[in-house]
């Protein structure tokens, strides 16, 4: 007899490009529908940029806002018990705390918090800490399972000892989509630096810019290629004309990260906060070397993957700038290593990687 397909329920902020977007588009894709049913709620002021790829997908998408607050568990609470969902899988930090426990309320049966950053970002107020405790009592009450894709990750869920819900499963990347091919440079080619991220503050972008300016003091023909979403005003905001530096090249939104990585020779991720950033799986599959800021998750990465090299952000851009030129002369039999370090790695996915059958059919 043939089974329904379970009901999963995703709970995001907005449907805008980012790690969790993509790999969840990547999910709505591969995943048949006759097996999994996924539906978006959006707690945002908009659904996003990408809503109607999700909804190509066979995506359903619904709308609750999280604002006001206090009427938001009534109001996802009576949300979930008209879509009556088999699985909630919430990818909002702490908030999953609210999200949860609105799903415990309306018997869903499988209720996932997904911890995807080591940090909210927000100033360590006394109130903050109180709420931020609050929401992590809320998850530990309301949760069937507690992810994070690093050891920082779910620490910032506070795990309690001994717990087996709290456990980390890292990202993966489509290791035939990022692939190492070699490439032919002539003997004192210019390096091209590169980023991809969109524009945020904790992804720190205008220090890209210092990073620049004193890689041009070392090298003068050294060019940087910057991709991502968000318009550039983090960027002219130290470097007012920034557009018009023909040593800069601005991409703005691109559906395909892996044309950009194809052009640079070493890519920087000067971040604030991250949690496993999908960016540097894909370079590194690229057999792109990756320079990136010290942060707990990144020191996981790069004591198991070849060619993930950190620098603190207290080193001040020219320590950046002489570390990124070093790593644009990477040899091609390096950048080969470095690809071929992903691909045998738990980072790699596989086409028949089925891991949602033991995650999201629990309940069955």
Known sequence: MTQDPVKVVHVLGTLDRGGVETIALRNCRAIPASRVEQTFVI?????????????????????????????????????????????????????????????????????????????????????????????????????????????????????????????????????????????????????????IGRASA????AFLMEVHREARRRRPDVRLSIAGPGGVEDLTSVAPRVAADPSVHLLGHTERPEDVLSMIDVLLLPSRREGLPGVVLEALASGVP?????????????????????????????????????????????????????????FALSPDDQWWRTVWTASR
Not at 202 to 205: D, G, S, V
Not at 301 to 330: F, I, K, M, N
């Open 290 to 346: 990756v320079l990136a800021t010290d942060l707990p998750g990144l020191q996981e990465l790069a004591d198991r993957l070849r060619g993930l090299h950190l620098l603190p952000l207290c080193v001040g851009p020219g320590s950046w700038a002489s570390t990124a030129l070093a790593l644009a002369s990477t040899s091609e039999s390096e950048r080969a290593l470095i690809a071929e370090g992903i691909r045998d790695s738990e």
């Open 202 to 205: 904790e992804k720190n972008r």
């Open 43 to 195: 707690l945002g002021p908009h659904e996003g940029l990408l809503a109607s790829s999700f909804r190509a997908a066979g995506a359903e998408i619904h709308r609750c806002p999280l604002k006001p607050k206090v009427t938001f568990p009534v109001r996802l609470w009576n949300l979930l018990c008209n879509l009556r969902p088999d699985v909630v899988e919430s990818h909002v930090g702490l908030t999953s705390g609210l999200v949860l426990a609105a799903a415990s309320a309306a018997r869903v049966p499988v209720r996932i918090a997904r911890m995807r950053s080591e940090g909210d970002g927000r100033r360590d107020t006394p109130a903050r800490r109180l709420q931020r405790a609050l929401l992590r009592e809320m998850i530990c009450n309301s949760a069937t399972d507690v992810i994070g894709v690093t050891k920082a990750a779910l620490a910032f869920a506070d795990p309690p000892p001994h717990d087996r819900r709290y456990r980390v499963v890292p990202n993966q990347v489509d290791v035939d989509r990022f692939r190492f091919v070699r490439r032919v440079r002539e003997p004192g080619a210019s390096p091209v630096m590169g980023h």
